[in-house]
């Protein structure tokens, strides 16, 4: 179910979603660096470590404010990839199928937060979403749908049968009106 959420909340939960997406593209350019060579530091490492601390921390305060269901910023998505990532040279170790995976995976959430902060602005400015409709799951609607209750005949047939018998009656009228 939908919650009206009021421009001056709208405003708080802007900035947290901020730091969230902030944070998140962060996360990428650790994951950059495990399709390089380059030598990783443990204050590269120390730093990331950080970054999915304040990623985690900043997940669960939005988790508390909106309602992943109507703002779809894949929570759990962030949490996976948080766990899988278990440190820069660990990414680098993985095979680059599954390094491609986990940056396709960010790219979805990234174009999720993308959505969800946009959708925020527009709250500020006096927009309201609309309410998500619920899907008819009721067991007598599905047992209506499944025995193959007919919908309305288009009148196509009935439209047909008009012109010839229109058709038909023009020619009885021109072969009487030629006696």
Not at 39 to 45: F, L, R
Not at 49 to 63: E, F, I, P, Q
Not at 69 to 77: C, L, M, T, V
Not at 113 to 131: D, H, N, R, T, W
Request: positive net charge.
């Amino acid at each position: 179910m939908s919650i009206l959420i009021k421009p001056e909340k709208a405003k708080d939960i802007l900035t947290d979603l901020k730091k969230l997406y902030d944070l998140w593209n962060t996360i990428k350019g650790y994951l950059l660096m495990a399709f390089t060579n380059e030598p990783i530091s443990p204050d590269v490492e120390g730093n990331f470590l950080d970054v999915k601390s304040h990623t985690s921390k900043y997940l669960r305060v939005v988790a508390e404010k909106i309602d992943s269901h109507q703002f779809r910023y894949d929570p759990e998505k962030i949490s996976l990839l948080l766990r899988q990532a278990i440190s820069v040279t660990h990414l680098r170790s993985l095979p680059i199928a599954d390094r491609k995976t986990l940056f396709e995976l960010w790219h979805e959430v990234y174009v999720h937060l993308s959505q969800v902060l946009g959708a925020f602005l527009f709250i500020m400015e006096g927009y309201q979403p609309l309410k998500k409709e619920k899907k008819i799951t009721s067991i007598a609607s599905l047992k209506k749908g499944a025995s193959g209750a007919r919908k309305k005949e288009s009148n196509i047939g009935k439209v047909i049968a008009a012109l010839v018998v229109i058709g038909t009656a023009i020619v009885i009228i021109i072969l009487r009106s030629n006696r």
